[in-house]
């Protein structure tokens, strides 16, 4: 059974960085797509970026362009979310997810497993 756990929300001012973690265990994630999603309360969970398995081709919201970056590092079963600039805006919890396939995907219902989300808090 394929785990995922996410690390590294807390609360910050407006404009500071955080780089958030997602660790895997139970499957064969190398393998696998893995995306970072976000929701606040009364909103629909939304897709923030994805990866493919080896790394090689990204996505990013158009919300979060030139501000997020997302990357893995298969040997250690993790992948990241740098996220610079912040504004309140980004107030969300933060879920990572991950689907066995090699097609990334924007939509939330294409991936099977999910981490319990991680708050990140921007104050203004």
């Known amino acids: 059974q394929v785990q995922l756990v996410e690390s590294g929300g807390g609360l910050v001012q407006a404009g500071a960085s955080l780089r958030l973690s997602c660790a895997g265990s139970?499957?064969?994630?190398?393998?696998?797509?893995m995306a970072w999603f976000r929701q606040v309360p009364g909103r629909e969970r939304e897709f923030v970026a994805g990866?493919?398995?080896?790394?090689?081709?990204?996505e990013h919201a158009d919300s979060v362009k030139g501000r997020f970056t997302i990357s893995r590092d298969n040997a250690k079963n993790t992948m990241y979310l740098e996220m610079k600039g912040l504004p309140p805006q980004d107030t969300a919890v933060y879920y990572c997810?991950?689907?066995?396939?090699?097609?990334?995907?924007?939509?939330?219902?294409?991936?099977?497993?999910w981490g319990p989300g991680t708050q990140v808090t921007v104050s203004s």
């Open positions: 139970g499957g064969i994630l190398s393998t696998y797509v």
């Open positions: 997810a991950a689907r066995p396939t090699a097609v990334l995907a924007t939509v939330m219902n294409l991936y099977h497993y």
């Open positions: 990866i493919n398995s080896i790394g090689s081709r990204r």
